[in-house]
């Protein structure tokens, strides 16, 4: 069965060398890894979104960045005080 979940992602925790550039079509990439919880936490999320690490950052304990939840859909995906579209300034790329 499918389904479908919500979410957003904090972009500026985003660290700007984490994104990387296509060399077939020059658009930009930042690789995530989604974790699904078995339970929802007190906000209702059931996943968390990161910033993918290499076995070398995973097995040196490089801290995980982690930049968003997931929640299924109907849920408001919006964090409280969150800014509308078009009013974000200063992206990382």
Same mark, same amino acid.
């Given at each position: 069965m499918s389904t479908l979940y919500n979410g957003s992602i904090?972009?500026?925790d985003i660290p700007k060398d984490k994104i990387t550039t296509s060399e077939k079509n020059g658009k930009k990439y930042l690789n995530i890894t989604l974790w699904i919880n078995d339970t929802a936490d007190q906000y209702g999320n059931i996943?968390? +979104?990161q910033i993918s690490q290499t076995k070398q950052?995973? =097995?040196g304990g490089e801290k995980k960045v982690y930049i968003g939840n997931v929640k299924p859909q109907g849920s408001n995906p919006t964090p409280s005080g969150a800014p509308a579209e078009g009013?974000? =300034?200063? +992206?990382p790329f």
């Open positions: 904090c972009l500026t996943g968390s +979104l950052q995973r =097995e009013e974000i =300034e200063d +992206l």
